[in-house]
């Protein structure tokens, strides 16, 4: 042949040959085959657990609602407090035995236990994994609690897990929540910014359609001071129940400084038919309705700033600062008021002390101070954060000492330090004090 190789003709087709080491070619895919869809389950389900269901003897089972039956259970209105019940009957109706090897409801407000028929026809109790053969009828008991309850609709369910090729059957119940009591105009009293001289007041009422006349008292636990509660019946009757109790609250003066929520309870003697969790000493588990009462407390003596920053200094540096301090009440301030610097813990000794001047001037108004804070200027071998309170002695009846925190930070070397002795002369010609 050309190139003078020669042509062997062997009569064998070489081509199918692969060199060594080379992969063998994937072969072409088969035809795909769609398999036939599985029957629907009787029941609302979770998604069918397919291969993957639990099998007794590696047969699977079937179970079906009788035709009486439903899925779905709808109690419609119950009051917040009360239960309904529901038995479910169903059959296995399957091939093979059924097998259940567990059930679970959707959460602790439902209760469920379940019966099997017996070779007499009587139902007993249903032990999981005991197989219920084909034609034998089951039964549901399950019942749901609304005690605890917020108004408005609600739904659970109890799960079936078992051999039924279908997965997971559940059955439901829903209802439709009534509060008992109602707090009008709702349960939180906001009295918003105040002062701490302040006192403020204000009313709820609460308020049942479903009770009847009820006695109503507070819980003294939960009444403290500067908080004070009554209670008024409307219309009461003979015994002094009503279906109606007006709430008086009363909050101040001296209240504490800062975000303050009082919650209350306020109890009836009306008993709770089935408790979601009965108290523990005996004793009987009653309706009850809920107040907070909420307001913003501003002190009687306020600092601006609040907080003192001396930011980054460099050792020997002199930084003033002025603290504007001011009495809300008619407190007069004196300008003669003691100032101290202390350490963050009180059991700990603030080592600059001596580093610092201040002095306290009137202004125009006889309610407001100012406060100027001198640092003379840190040592030369501090190299850190320094940092503690002010504390500033006014002698308010409330609020004896004003208390404001500062801190900095001393850093040698820092950019465009002047040399020490420039340092030193400069902090000579600050001390006028």
């Not at 609602?65 to 059959?91: I, P, W, Y």
Request: net charge negative.
């Amino acid at each position: 042949g050309p190139g003078g190789a020669e042509r062997l003709d062997t009569g064998v087709d070489l081509t199918a040959l692969r060199p060594r080491g080379a992969t063998r070619p994937a072969p072409p895919p088969e035809p795909a085959v769609e398999a036939p869809p599985a029957p629907p389950a009787v029941g609302p389900t979770l998604p069918a657990a397919g291969a993957g269901a639990p099998v007794h003897g590696g047969v699977p089972g079937h179970m079906s609602l009788l035709a009486e039956e439903t899925a779905l259970v709808d109690f419609g209105k119950v009051k917040q407090g009360d239960k309904r019940s529901h038995v479910f009957q169903l059959v296995s109706d399957g091939e093979n035995d059924l097998v259940i090897s567990r059930f679970k409801s959707s959460c602790g407000c439902t209760v469920a236990k379940m019966q099997a028929e017996n070779e007499a026809g009587e139902m007993t109790e249903y032990h999981a994994g005991d197989p219920i053969p084909s034609g034998r009828k089951f039964e549901i008991y399950a019942d749901i609690a609304t005690d605890g309850k917020p108004q408005g609709p609600m739904e659970t369910s109890v799960s079936l897990f078992s051999n039924d090729v279908r997965g997971v059957f559940t059955v439901r119940m829903k209802c439709e929540v009534e509060t008992v009591l109602a707090v009008l105009p709702g349960p939180n009293l906001v009295f918003g910014q105040i002062t701490a001289a302040d006192r403020v007041e204000g009313s709820l009422r609460v308020t049942s359609d479903s009770l009847g006349p009820y006695r109503l008292t507070v819980d003294e636990r939960y009444v403290t001071e500067p908080l004070s509660v009554s209670l008024s019946p409307v219309e009461p009757d003979a015994e002094g129940r009503a279906t109606t109790w007006d709430v008086h609250l009363a909050l101040g003066p001296g209240i504490p400084e800062g975000l303050r929520n009082y919650p209350l309870l306020l109890l009836t003697d009306k008993e709770i038919p089935y408790p979601k969790q009965p108290p523990a000493d005996g004793s009987k588990a009653v309706y009850i309705a809920r107040i907070y009462v909420q307001a913003t407390v501003k002190g009687l003596l306020t600092a601006e700033p609040a907080f003192l920053s001396f930011g980054m200094v460099r050792p020997g540096q002199v930084v003033d600062r002025t603290i504007k301090i001011e009495c809300l009440d008619d407190f007069p301030l004196a300008a003669d008021c003691p100032v101290r610097l202390e350490a963050m813990r009180p059991e700990m000794e603030f080592p600059h002390r001596d580093r610092f001047t201040w002095k306290i001037e009137p202004t125009a108004d006889p309610k407001v101070l100012d406060l100027s804070i001198r640092l003379e200027g840190m040592p030369e071998n501090l190299n850190g954060s320094f940092g503690g309170f002010v504390h500033v002695d006014v002698g308010h009846p409330l609020k004896p000492t004003l208390s404001i925190r500062f801190s900095g930070v001393c850093r040698q070397g820092l950019p465009g330090e002047e040399p020490a002795a420039g340092r030193a002369a400069g902090a000579a010609g600050g001390q006028g004090r």
